[in-house]
């Protein structure tokens, strides 16, 4: 229906503003007709009420309205209300709108089309069930009788039946025109009726049917129970009901269906109680009876439970088999019996070498069931028969055949003895072929490594094959194959078989290299990857000395370097654990030249006048650079020095040099000896080196004896060594150091390990060995030069006596003759040294002149003084001897003295100062004689590059010079230069170590001798010295 809005409509001539006239399409059900219509031609049936009737007629609500309503029949004879299309179920249009509704007169219900169909909503109810007709069944009934049937004629438009009893004691079964009724043993009489239903309601109840509860029936207190069973052909069963009520009895058996059984065969009693069965045969076994008890007004029947056993006599069905053959402590083998008969026992025998019964416990199990288990039996079981009794509720026994056997295989097992071998990582290992207690064994294996296991071959069978296994780890591994043999197809306990592998060790060497001086000891310690390696070495050196093959876990060897090239040391480290050996590491040591110094006290320029053993040069010392001291006494690597270091002046790690100075006249092998030493530590006046030292500085060649400070020990002297890098001294400036004093002093040593520029001075002029003393007037000696072997020169003569030879230096002068005493000259030494003192003489004329001094000798021997008789000239290693006097008139000429001796060596191994020259006589009363000569001190140069263009001397000083009659003194020595440096540049003869001339007056005394200059050099050479210099390349 289509409503389309026109114009306002008029309701009972009165417009209404609410109504909207509406163009209504309106269409027919079966959508074959349609009909459009104005509203406004609708007639609208207005009642008092409010009812609406919507039709073509405007007549009230008929058949063929569309909308009926009405709010109050009350004012009406005709209940009006909406209605719906409505049409025959011939007429429903097939597929209309979704959701349309209708009311079917066909079926009188309600319907909608939806999803396709249509379906009811409700339908009207027509009539109610007809009257119900008359009920038939039993009018007479039995208390506790069940299922009595009660039926009613088919009640038309009945949809179901409601059946009502007005007695007590019955349940009805049933809502059909057919039921069944259960009458309680309590049940009382009653009228049974019943009326039909539907959903117009209820029909008309029928007539009151009467049933009547007429007695009691019987009531079985005890139902029959199974008897015991007998067994086949022998024994009686019975079976006996307890009942009330009861008049007479039945007894029936059940085989298929039930059936009365009558007293014959094996039946008695069979109406009474008590049925009784004789000797039943086995037929009969399982057969079920009841008992019929009849009363007065029904019967009752007993459950029919109650069973008749027959057994029979064990019998074996089945005989015991062998089961599989299982392996050596493996598997579950059973043996099982199969028999019939009542109430069977087992009891499992077996035989090994007689028949016995078997218990539960160990590898059985069952033992006294059908089924006997053997869990695990051992090959010891091997062949066990078995057999099983079987007893019964009936007699006899039955026992198996006792065939059945147990077959177990032994288990193989491993033989090979040892299950291991050891290698080295790297190395093959040994073939192992594997054996075993059973023969036609097999062996299958696989392989599981530790960590860094490799090479190994992971699994296999029969033999492990030879491989070459090797480890990355560096503790010990294991290759562990895990081995299983196999026989008759049981497999034995898998065994291992371990193969060790031990690592190679490696060996850290810390540090991996070390660069040291020369007398400085190493210190690599040496360090593995692997735990308890040991470490051996071997060793290659090149221009350095002192290291030796050796063992241990570190390398402490002291090195030396007497090259100015730095030289190596190469230690072929090898580490060996647990037998193995890995590969070689070098550890190079660079050794540099020990003349050259570590650097330590940093680079100097020397601007003003220094003296090394009182100043201090270097940055942040607190003490003289060069500071030295008295020794007392040696040890292998000690000295005790005659005071205690202050703070700061000796420190572990610095250079020293040892040097004996001078010895004496009877002990002086050892002088000229020195060695470079490093200290390891100080303690009090207590000085512990780092290594030993390697020469000795006593009495005897190979001692330390009688050292100290005093004339008749062995004078011995530590001093420090700086260390620079760098050394300039500026022009105009001088170096220096202390003069001998009797116990040390004399030495300037300077070190750098870079360059030494000397534009200044370096001067060690007359700093070594004390000039003779002078002669006091004609009755005191003039003394002998002082020199390495002592103070004890030959001495001049006087007025009283001649000249004495010294033990150690020149023969001193002759004396003088005074009438007719004359004394002839002293005689000189063998032994080289310093000049001897010139003589004196006493007169009361008024000329007279004593000796003059000899020279003192060294690199060169020393002259002779002038005098009445001229001093001799000293030689090598030999003094000169003096000359004699002479007397003319009263003139009295004393001799002079002769000269020193030349010792030492020129390529300054041993090194020492200079001699003394001799003191000149005294005369005429207390006129003097003059003071020798001082010797020339000791200098050390050492670096690596030397530039000289200043003066570095060691000269001798000259002899002093008397007034009046006198004679002159003679010169000192030259002094010792050492020089070694890998580049020199000497200059030009401002190097020397010259002997200082003889005084002057009435005789001249002797010239010092020159002293020794040795230039030790590795790249190059350039320049002069005065005298010349012992020169050598070296490595």
Known sequence: MKISKSKK???????????????????????????????????????????????????????????????????????????????????????????????????????FFANGVWQTITCSCINAPAAAGNISGSATVCPGQIAVLYSVPVIARATSYTWTYSGSGAVIVGSTNSVIVYFSGSATSGNLTVMGTNACGNGTVSADYAIAVNSTAPTITEQPANPAAVCLGTGTASFTVTATGGLTYQWQEYISTWNNVANAGVYSNVTTATLTITNPPLSMNGYKYRCVVNGTCTSTISDGLATLTINTAPEITSQPTSPATVCNGTGTPSFTVSASGAGLTYQWQEYTSSWSNVSNGGVYSGATSATLTITNPTSGMNGYKYKCIVSGTCSPSATSDGSATLSVNPTPTVNNTPLSQTICSGANTSLVTLTSDIGGTTFDWTASETSGILGFTSSGSGTIPVQTISTTATTTGTVTYSITPTANSCSGTAVNYVTTVNPLPNVIATPSS????????????????????????????????????????????????????????????????????????????????SLLGSGSDGAVVISSTKNMNTDIIASGRTCADAINYSVTGLTSNTATLSTTPNAGCLSAGDEVILINLQGTSTNNINVGNLEALRIQSISGAVITFASNKTKYYGDGASDDLNIGTATTNQRVMLQRIPNYTNVTINSGITLTANPWDGTKGGLLYLKANGTIT????????????????????????????????????????????????GTCGGGGGGGANRSSNTFGGGSGSSTGGAGGGGGCVFSDCDYETAGAGGGGGYGTAGFGGGGSGTGNNGGTNTSGTGGSSSYSGCYDYGGGGGGGGSYGNTSLSSIYFGSGGAGSGGSHDAESGAIGGKGGGIIFIAANSFSNSGNVNSNGANGASTAASGAGAGGGAGGSIYITNNTVSLGSNIITTTGGSGGSNSYTGGAGGNGRIAVYYHTSISGTTNPSAYTLQIP
């Open 9 to 111: 409509a008029l309701v009972g001539g009165v417009l209404n503003p609410f109504i909207t006239s509406y163009l209504i399409t309106l269409f027919t059900l079966n959508a074959t007709l349609s009909l459009s219509i104005c509203l406004s031609v609708f007639t609208f049936n207005c009642y008092a009420q409010g009812g609406v009737a919507i039709n073509t007629t405007g007549s009230a609500a008929d058949n063929s309205a569309m909308l009926d309503v009405q709010s109050d029949t009350s004012s009406s004879s005709t209940s009006q209300g909406i209605l719906i299309p409505r049409m025959r179920t011939a007429n429903r249009p097939v597929s209309p709108t979704e959701g349309l509704q209708i009311y079917n007169t066909t079926t009188h219900c309600f319907e």
């Open 514 to 593: 070390q660069t040291i001086l020369g007398n400085s000891s190493t210190g690599i310690s040496l360090s593995s990857g692997v735990s308890g390696a040991t470490y051996v070495w071997a060793v290659s050196q090149s221009g350095a000395a002192g290291a030796t093959a050796g063992s241990g876990n570190s390398i402490t060897q002291t090195l030396t370097n007497s090259n100015i090239a730095a030289g190596t040391v190469t230690y072929t480290v090898t580490a060996t654990a647990s037998g193995c050996s890995g590969s070689t590491t070098n550890v190079v040591i660079t050794v540099n030249s």
């Open 758 to 805: 000397n534009n200044g001075t370096i001067n060690m002029n007359s700093n070594g060995y004390a000039g003779g003393t002078a002669g006091l007037g004609h009755s005191t000696t003039a003394g002998g030069g002082e020199s390495f072997c002592g103070t004890n020169a030959g001495k001049g003569g006087t007025y009283f006596s001649a000249g004495t030879a």
